[in-house]
């Protein structure tokens, strides 16, 4: 039997899937799951069915397991992530920069299309339902929240390997075996789909709930790292200016505050998407990142490497051990996200924590960022205001960049240290043009270190299954 592409057999799914795949996880609207698997044609038919469908798209887009490996695959491949010695396995060959299509610690793409097919159903289903069913603003939130999760999905797969599908529907027909879209196409489709989210949402913020797309700051935000990352810096620094002018989020106060539950810093959080003492008050993220044993930290997790350390200046509350950083045998770890193992239940549950998909320091550090490319660097509302709200509250004094190319330096320099284990650092080298320079002179990759490895590579078993479907070059 001819074998279908993976993004079709997501797409072939039926709706009832949405239902399936939630049963057990925890719910991000206030409506109780239904308990029986529901048809399709009655999925689009009660309000509580409807919120869990869109409940299961949260889940999807949250789902704790995919996201740390995704953000832990991000470690290995930039700089910010070293075990050492290297360890003979597949892990040990992405961090040395030996990296080949038929690695299966690679990450599968099949992982975001499934969320993005979801979005596509609410996106679709969602404009017929009556209004006895959900309010027109009720309607236009579940919408706009889709298109969010769609252009996120779309934004990581295309950063990650470039040319990608760019699928915005839901038929089989349409995408069965659909090749690769250009970059410029995918691009122009994760804007448009963030620019009619922020129009539909208000601007009405629900400060203690961040697991949820609801207001026009939280698209807006995004699409100003989508601008940064495309450098169209005037747009940039509008998009987050109007997220940090809105004054509903905040720089919290001490670093150690940030990455709290409830935390006014926090625009988009993932929450928990399972049950029990690896989920319960806890970022998967923790477990990710935090060896639980010598073991773990001399093979699968990732110490912060000499290099890295000593970008923090003398002072910085962010490196001092305990805060964002934790010593654990022999070797440096990130400790934004608490550990089972590493902190107790009870210090975990009097602190309890989400993965932060976006902060208020980012859109600073955006904006820094794009008013100093657009040359407007010390003085007031410049590039250097920005980046000293961020160092203040990390214990610094204020920058001395006073060029352009100082200022440029000092930013990079500052989204190492407060966005470090954040899933930033390859991007950044990336869309700076640095990253053949800096990975290519990292001593445990230099020896393998290739000019290709801009892209990620498909996997072997995506294209085994995907007959129309082409390797990125070089691999």
């Not at 099949?110 to 339902?129: C, D, H, M, Q, S």
């Not at 970008?311 to 608490?338: C, H, M, P």
């Not at 010390?378 to 000293?388: R, V």
Request: charged share 15%.
């Amino acid at each position: 039997m001819k074998r279908l592409n993976k993004i079709a057999a997501c797409l072939l799914i039926p709706i009832i899937f949405l239902m399936i795949a939630i049963t057990g996880c925890k719910k991000y609207l206030e409506v109780p799951l239904p308990i029986d698997q529901l048809a399709t044609d009655n999925v689009f038919k009660t309000k509580p069915t409807i919120i869990s469908a869109v409940n299961g798209m949260y889940n999807a887009f949250s789902d704790g397991l995919l996201k740390g490996t995704y953000y832990k695959i991000t470690y290995w491949w930039s700089d910010e992530g070293e075990i050492s010695p290297l360890p003979g396995s597949e892990i040990g060959d992405i961090i040395g920069g030996n990296i080949v299509p038929a690695n299966t610690q690679l990450m599968q793409w099949g992982f975001f299309y499934r969320t993005i097919f979801r979005a596509n159903t609410l996106i679709e289903k969602l404009p017929a339902v009556g209004t006895d069913i959900l309010t027109d603003a009720e309607k236009k939130q579940f919408i706009s929240a889709a298109k969010y999760i769609r252009a996120a999905e779309h934004f990581t797969l295309v950063t990650s390997w470039g040319d990608v599908p760019l699928i915005t529907s839901t038929s089989a027909e349409e995408n069965l075996n659909k090749p690769r879209t250009p970059a410029t196409e995918v691009y122009n489709q994760i804007i448009k789909d963030l620019q009619e989210a922020a129009a539909d949402l208000p601007a009405t913020v629900n400060t203690s709930n961040s697991k949820t797309i609801h207001n026009r700051f939280q698209p807006l935000a995004l699409l100003a790292k989508v601008y940064l990352y495309l450098g169209r810096w005037a747009d940039a620094e509008a998009a987050a200016t109007e997220v940090i002018g809105s004054n509903q989020y905040l720089l919290v106060t001490g670093v150690n505050n940030v990455f709290k539950r409830g935390s006014r810093e926090a625009i988009l959080s993932h929450g928990a998407t399972g049950t029990g003492s690896l989920f319960d008050n806890r970022a998967v993220l923790g477990w990710i990142t935090l060896p639980a044993s010598s073991g773990n930290a001399a093979s699968t997790h990732c110490a912060i490497p000499a290099a890295m350390q000593s970008r923090f200046e003398a002072g910085d509350q962010r490196k001092v051990s305990g805060n964002w950083t934790i010593s654990l045998f022999g070797k440096v770890f990130a400790n934004k996200y608490l550990h089972n193992v590493t902190a107790s239940t009870a210090t975990i549950n009097a602190n309890p924590q989400d993965f932060i998909y976006q902060r208020l320091a980012e859109l600073y550090l955006i904006r820094a960022e794009a008013r100093a490319q657009q040359g407007n660097i010390t003085g007031a509302n410049s590039a250097a205001t920005d980046i000293n709200l961020v160092r203040t509250r990390a214990g610094l004094p204020n920058t001395t960049a006073a060029t352009q190319p100082q200022m440029l330096s000092a930013i990079e320099k500052e989204r190492v240290t407060e966005l470090f284990y954040e899933g930033h650092r390859w991007y950044d080298l990336k869309r700076t043009g640095q990253l053949q320079t800096v990975l290519g002179a990292v001593p445990y990759k230099a020896a393998n270190y290739k000019a290709h490895y801009n892209l990620w590579p498909i996997p072997l078993s995506e294209l085994n299954n995907s007959p129309n479907l082409t390797q990125n070059p070089g691999y």
